[in-house]
């Protein structure tokens, strides 16, 4: 997939992470990628008003991993950064990988303690719900926590009844986890792999997809087949690794991820719900 985006036939794309808002001019990051400098230059809506001045309120963390969080370092010229986040996360990005002790050297860190299950508002109108996703994926930086360390986020807004699930990372497709995703108008799930062996048949990696923490695309309890009977409108899939055969516009897997109703996220994506 690489060589295909390096040779012209492909498409690039950043990490992942996505930009939410109500009304337009509050937003709110969910993760916050290597990349977001790109991100943000690459969206007007994220500009600037006016120096060191931002229309991103708050950053929300699905997890400590850091390709969703090391953009964190990026926006430490803010005069100041809300965090939400599970108390196990900020744990290790604190204690762990020592990530937010460094932030906060050079800005203040507003952490505001995230809840599964509770309802927090965000703005006028604009409220979401952490759910737990839970996970046996190895953590590298501190005790393995039974609740907090993955969670999705799903986000209601009050105004047009829409409702959106962000899940870029999930191991399985638990009965708990598709209750939070139930009926929703939209989903973005994790897509990381399209085989569970992807990574070992490469020799990438020793490990399966669903032992690093996240769900296949194919194959039996993949994705492709759990997710149809949960009634969500447009399901759209984030967080591909560059193995994933997806990525390209032409290949078979992207041919049936369409056929079978779903989609394949792009850089600059805007959803409306």
């Not at 950053?59 to 964190?72: F, N, Q, R």
């Not at 952490?111 to 599964?116: D, E, I, L, N, Y």
């Not at 769900?215 to 969500?232: H, R, T």
């Amino acid at each position: 997939m690489c060589t295909a985006v390096r040779s012209g036939s492909g498409r690039p794309r950043t990490q992942s992470s996505v930009a939410v808002s109500g009304d337009g001019r509050r937003w709110f990051l969910i993760n916050a990628s290597p990349d977001v400098h790109t991100q943000i230059e690459a969206f007007p809506g994220l500009h600037p008003a006016a120096s060191r001045t931002t229309p991103i309120e708050a950053v929300l963390l699905t997890d400590a991993e850091l390709d969703h969080t090391l953009g964190l370092l990026l926006l430490r010229e803010s005069a100041g950064l809300r965090l939400y986040a599970t108390p196990a996360v900020h744990k290790t990005l604190r204690d762990g990988s020592g990530l937010l002790w460094t932030l906060e050297r050079y800005c203040a860190v507003e952490w505001r303690a995230v809840v599964p299950g509770e309802d927090v508002t965000l703005a006028d109108g604009l409220t979401c719900r952490a759910f737990d996703v839970p996970t046996t994926k190895r953590n590298r930086f501190g005790p393995t926590v039974d609740h907090g360390r993955v969670v999705g986020y799903r986000l209601t807004d009050a105004h047009t009844g829409g409702t959106l699930a962000y899940l870029p990372g999930v191991q399985a497709l638990t009965p708990a986890v598709k209750a939070e995703i139930q009926g929703c108008r939209c989903l973005l799930i994790d897509g990381t792999c399209w085989r569970d062996d992807e990574l070992v048949r490469l020799g990438l990696a020793g490990r399966t997809a669903r032992e690093m923490g996240h769900l296949p695309i194919d194959g039996p309890g993949g994705s492709l087949a759990e997710l149809p009977s949960l009634g969500v409108r447009r399901t759209i899939f984030v967080h591909m690794n560059n193995t994933n055969p997806i990525l390209l516009e032409n290949s078979p897997e992207r041919r049936i991820v369409e056929d079978s109703g779903m989609e394949v996220a792009m850089d600059g994506l805007e959803v409306e719900v």
